[in-house]
Nanobody, 124 residues
């Protein structure tokens, strides 16, 4: 198991940028496929982006492609989500998630390690 802690959320105006970080404990971070999900009250947790454990290949939901960038630094055990041109509809609690021994997935149930969440609020 890996422990995940998000940081970097906050309040930003539409069109602005934020960078989320997810710090992972342990020495096996590089073996985890990682992803970002987000959730708003009363809705299901939805996929945002994922990054493969070895190839570093990235995958995005169509709603964020071209605006968000997922990346990882395995030497520092950290996952990032750079969010540019933010829109009010991006407002949500953002969660990082990890999956060991499997490929990337856009299904939240495939991930077994989760952070506590970080609130992102975009004002219009």
């Amino acid at each position: 198991q890996v422990q995940l802690v998000e940081s970097g959320g906050g309040l930003v105006q539409a069109g602005g940028s934020l960078r989320l970080s997810c710090a992972a404990s342990g020495r096996t971070f590089s073996t985890y496929s990682m992803a970002w999900f987000r959730q708003t009250p009363g809705k299901e947790r939805e996929f945002v982006a994922a990054i493969a454990r070895f190839s570093g290949g990235t995958f995005y939901d169509h709603s964020v492609e071209g605006r968000f960038t997922i990346s990882r630094n395995n030497a520092e055990n950290t996952l990032y989500l750079q969010m540019n041109n933010l829109k009010p509809e991006d407002t949500a609690v953002y969660y990082c998630a990890g999956r060991q021994g499997g490929g990337v997935s856009s299904t939240s149930g495939d991930y077994d390690n989760w952070g506590q969440g970080s609130q992102v609020t975009v004002s219009s």
